[in-house]
């Protein structure tokens, strides 16, 4: 699976980088795990719109890409604990300029009138 990734379609590095932190909840559970190891109820608890199936999947990627770090205790109940492993740690600087892009923009979006944004950006606009 990871050749895959490494191949793409155009060659370029941007896409390698996003097949591997690409998606909605990818970033977000990296950016979680930033300042420190999590535990599975953590990060559903801090991602709550991600259903535990899908939290469960994207860490599995993350682990595979080698970005986090899975340690189980040997415990009754189980322990999970997930980390950043240092390719992990390396991408801090993009998921903060992500965020303070993210910031940005939705300051930017917000400010704008409601007539000048287009109907289904309105709609999000008042939701936000």
């Known amino acids: 699976m990871r050749l895959k990734r490494l191949d793409g379609k155009s060659g370029c590095a941007v896409e390698v ?3 591997v932190i ?3 909840w990818k970033p977000v ?3 979680h795990l930033l300042p420190g190891k999590k535990r599975f109820m953590e990060l559903t608890r801090l991602i709550p719109n991600a259903t535990q199936r899908m939290l469960t999947l994207q860490l599995r990627e993350l682990e595979a890409d080698g970005v986090i770090a899975r340690h189980v205790y040997p415990q009754v109940p189980p322990k999970v604990e997930y ?3 240092p390719l992990g740690e390396s991408l801090a600087p993009v998921l903060i300029s992500l965020r303070e892009w993210g910031e940005s923009y939705r300051t930017s979006e917000m400010s704008r009138e409601p007539a000048e944004a287009p109907e289904c950006a309105r709609g999000e606009a008042m939701a936000t």
Do not use: P, R, Y
């Open 17 to 19: 980088t996003l097949s």
């Open 83 to 85: 980390a950043l492993t």
């Open 29 to 31: 559970i990296l950016f």
């Open 22 to 24: 690409g998606g909605v």
